[in-house]
DNA sequence: CTTGACCTTCCCATCATTGGAAGGATTACA
DNA sequence: TGTAATCCTTCCAATGATGGGAAGGTCAAG
């Protein structure tokens, strides 16, 4: 199997698939005679263990420990299962800031008239210099939404 | 004022205030001879207007745009509660994204016995060619969670 | 006049991912 | 068999917002 198939089967671009290999989250593969990378069905198997952490928003190196522990078979799954509760406590921190700034401008555009006059509690709630509008400050990884 | 204490004044780091001004969100400050940048009590409230957009998730591209609506005495308050409203949509779905990973992270957990058994049903369900799990894909933006 | 605290610009790193260029390999079809 | 299309390879760059640090200039207090 050629990267690309291996790609379509396993939902992983080949971009990422060579970028995982060479970060060493996937060991190096077989090539042919012309350097063609060459995977089989194990390795599509490891490829959609890995999209499916990555899908539950996992970070490359918990997926690494992920990987690590799945082909260990001695693992115990108290190691998992403290990932798994890491990764929830940072989602749910991440929630609840969002949910806060969610809120914040739904009130504020609750109050705006949204016509053509200049009067705009959004902007005037953004100059005012004593606000405290939302406490929790997004980190640069997240501050940002929109998409590329 | 220098931009230390401009710095201090607004809340935004000194080296984000260089780089906001070298992309065009704030205009070029005035400078001593020597070079160093003067700001004053105008700049400091512009920087603490865009530092409270920063904290509720605006990106700087819509920051510039709100930056613009607020110094434009003549807008439309429409034009700002769309911006938000925008913004708000995204927040949302975000947070419906997370939510369905963290529901379902939560959901495996409390089904491993996180003990020194090596039975996980966290990781095998990872491993489940046939799971699907979140529907919600991350986009690269908000994949890693985890902080630098 | 020295010391320390500030400032300047420039480059690099992050994290996961995409895009593209340049060039070689393989496949399909006439 | 020739050739065109489609793959593959590596390498480089960009994304967005931010931090870190180096090398060197400037300023204020002692």
New binding site residues.
Partial sequence: M????AANASGV????I??YESIGLIPKIVR??????VYGDHDVHTLRFIRRA?DLGF???QIADLVSLWQDRERASKDVKAIALEHVGVLERKIKELQEMSSTLKHLARTCHGDGRPQCPIIEELANDDAVLASAKPD??F??LGK?
């Fill in positions: 050629n990267i690309g198939q671009s080949a971009k990422m060579r970028y042919t005679e012309s350097g063609y990378r990555r970070s490359v190196e640069a990884k501050g940002a590329p």
